[in-house]
């Protein structure tokens, strides 16, 4: 069933984007390593975390299992004692939306002896309960990551509006957008993914230009809520 749900998923975002390159990222909150490998198996190529500890788990069992080469992301906040354990394993983090994240990523980077790839995290909704920089300061932000030694900001991620009214939903996105577009003609070219869109509205995300959803239960149906 997963193989299928993922073969439905991807021929969807394939017609929705007109022949445009977007990639299906799998959210992997909960979700078992077999799962995972099914998932793999069946095409997918990129996997995203929200739980440090379930990242490293995972991805010790899928090494274990024999997974296929894919790409992990950090979808979720990352806090400073959990840094090495996700640079340890995620190839980008999704998530920086301060200074403080951003030096400390550096650092620890610089401590292991790799590079990595990052996306600022905006709050292009203007929500509270979100976590993200307020746009206005995102080039402050990539004008810092630029100084910063082992990171390269390689796009934006955002969380759509939290509501039914789509209008509303093409405006956080656009704005976000809008604002990759900005950063680019500033001087900050290696800034061209955008992640946005989950399993609710990433049609109206590919729409606005998205190159990476970010999805769970389509795939893996409904998780167990541990």
Same mark, same amino acid.
């Given at each position: 069933?997963? *193989? !299928?749900?993922?073969?439905? =998923?991807?021929? !969807?975002?394939?017609? #929705? ?10 959210? #992997?909150?909960h ?8 998932? =793999?198996?069946?095409?997918?190529? =990129? ?7 379930? +990242? ?5 069992a ?8 894919? !790409? @992990? ?5 990352? %806090?400073?004692?959990?840094?090495? #354990?996700a640079?340890?394993? #995620?190839? @980008? ?15 620890? *980077?610089?401590d ?8 600022? %995290? ?9 976590? /993200? ?10 004008? &810092? ?5 082992? =990171?390269?900001?390689?796009? +934006?991620? @955002? ?15 656009? &704005? ?13 070219? *290696? ?19 998205? @190159?990476?959803?970010?999805? /769970? ?10």
């Amino acid at each position: 069933m997963i *193989s !299928e749900r993922y073969q439905q =998923l991807t021929a !969807e975002v394939n017609e #929705a984007s007109a022949g445009r390159d977007v990639r299906v990222l799998l959210a #992997a909150k909960h979700q078992p390593a077999e799962k995972i490998m099914e998932a =793999l198996q069946a095409g997918a190529t =990129l996997l995203g975390h929200n739980i440090i500890q379930q +990242l490293t788990a995972t991805e010790e069992a899928l090494a274990e299992l024999g997974a296929p080469e894919h !790409e @992990t992301h950090v979808i979720g906040h990352v %806090q400073s004692n959990k840094a090495r #354990a996700a640079l340890r394993h #995620a190839h @980008t983090i999704e998530t920086v939306d301060s200074a403080k994240t951003a030096r400390r990523l550096s650092t620890v *980077s610089d401590d292991l002896g790799v590079d990595r790839n990052v996306f600022i %995290q905006v709050n292009s909704a203007g929500a509270e309960s979100q976590f /993200g920089i307020d746009p206005e300061d995102a080039k402050e932000l990539a004008d &810092l990551i630029r100084s910063l030694p082992r =990171l390269t900001l390689t796009g +934006l991620m @955002t969380i759509g509006a939290n509501t039914d009214n789509e209008t509303q939903i093409h405006t956080s996105f656009a &704005l976000t957008r809008e604002l990759s577009e900005s950063l680019r003609a500033d001087g900050h070219d *290696s800034c061209t993914e955008l992640s946005m869109g989950m399993s609710g509205d990433w049609r109206i995300a590919v729409d606005e230009g998205s @190159t990476i959803i970010r999805v /769970g239960r389509q795939v893996f149906g409904e998780r167990d809520k541990a």
